[in-house]
């Protein structure tokens, strides 16, 4: 998909931020556009406080001349703008490819609403072809990890269990500090009872199902920015 295509759903999201927001910024490279988009604004006098969902998204914001506040000093905020790894007709979403789910959930959750911007491609039928990302606490890594198996086993997962890693083979370390573990499912086919399920694992963090959290989304096509709304 085009870096254009992506620009200009993103633009679409900008397009609905108007002065006096409190404002989330996503992570990724939809995001990225998002963020730059945003900043044009600001800089020609759009009057927002963004919060960023990684250190990442927090620099470029800072380039941009976006304000920036956090959580601890906001108790809510307006809307937050960010990408999808997938989203399916009902705008449940996988997130947490780029290795900041456990932030953007929280702002997400923070937020009145929340609209996805991605391209076509991120459009599934079901959840799972993305590999579900699971933020996981180092400590028990090997007792969190079996116990994890035993869930996917019983959602009949098609794939393995990987602990990610980062550029030079190292593991990749989250902004939180935590490990993730990327789950190949294939197909989720209970995607509630299966974010329960891993929610009671004690060394489990969070996960990268996003349900129900988000309302619209933009999504690029090579016909155009598409926009799917909750319910439809």
Do not use: W
């Not at 009671?200 to 349900?211: E, S, T």
């Amino acid at each position: 998909m085009s870096e254009a295509l992506k620009r200009e759903a993103a633009a679409r999201a900008v397009a609905e931020i108007t002065s006096g927001m409190k404002v989330g910024l996503g992570t990724g490279s939809t995001a990225r556009h998002f963020v730059e988009l945003l900043g044009e604004r600001v800089a020609a006098g759009l009057d927002i406080v963004g919060v960023p969902t990684s250190e990442v998204t927090a620099r470029q914001a800072r380039e941009c001349g976006i304000p920036l506040s956090d959580l601890d000093t906001l108790e809510r905020l307006d809307i937050t703008v960010d990408g999808a790894d997938e989203l399916d007709a009902d705008l449940n979403l996988i997130k947490g490819g780029g290795g900041a789910l456990l932030r953007e959930k929280i702002v997400a959750a923070a937020s009145g609403a929340m609209i996805v911007i991605a391209d076509g491609s991120k459009v599934v039928d079901t959840l799972g072809r993305f590999p579900l990302p699971i933020e996981v606490n180092r400590f028990g890594l090997g007792a969190t990890r079996r116990a994890i198996a035993d869930i996917m086993a019983a959602h009949s997962a098609e794939g393995a269990l990987k602990l990610r890693e980062a550029a030079a083979g190292e593991a990749f370390q989250t902004d939180g500090g935590h490990l993730i573990l990327d789950a190949f499912f294939g197909r989720i086919s209970r995607p509630e009872a299966l974010s329960a399920e891993l929610l009671d694992i004690p060394g489990v963090v969070q996960h990268g199902l996003f349900l129900k959290m988000c309302r619209k989304a933009y999504v690029a096509t090579p016909n155009g920015v598409e926009t799917l709304l909750k319910g439809n």
